[in-house]
């Protein structure tokens, strides 16, 4: 790996596992709030979630699929400014709890096949309805498939599931992290 440039632990993903695929929502309109909120699509995570992020894509590699990063470390200044949107606790953690994703140790993540496809899920990303939760069972057969082999995926490479957002892990380790407020921009090398 060499060295790695790492601010207040966290890393760019992609210095670490380039094979991952990124779409990163909130570097876009394509996303819930309908409006581009982070600066750069960069995939930023603890160093050490990001190696259980990696472990996981290798497994994924192995079956055939990858990984695909939806979401991962947000500054805390975003986490208000979705909450000013979306005050449900379901769905967006308050700032003034934070979210694991404002540690740097969550992400929000779906499989795709060998030619980038998602695999076909429950429900779309951010789809803050019963049919996001790992719990709803009223989707085709392959849907529960998929869903339940990235949770297995996920998990046995040291995740956490979140019971109502079928694409959210949180790094079993979480608590070992502060919440954090460092831009996006400060990981840009030119």
Known sequence: MGKLKTIEGLVNVMDIDDSLVIDLRYATDNNFLKKKIYPLSLCILQLETAKKLLKANSEAKRLGYRIKVFDAYRPLSVQKLMWDLVQNEDFVAPPWKGS???RGAA??????NKNGEELLMPSEFDEFSNRASINFMDVPKEAIE???LLGRIMTEAGFLRLNS???HFDDNEWYKYGLYDVGLEKFYEK
Not at 107 to 112: G, I, K, N, P, S
């Open 107 to 112: 992400v929000d993540v779906t499989l795709v």
């Open 165 to 167: 957002e079928w694409w």
């Open 100 to 102: 694991k994703h404002n």
């Open 146 to 148: 998929n869903r339940e």
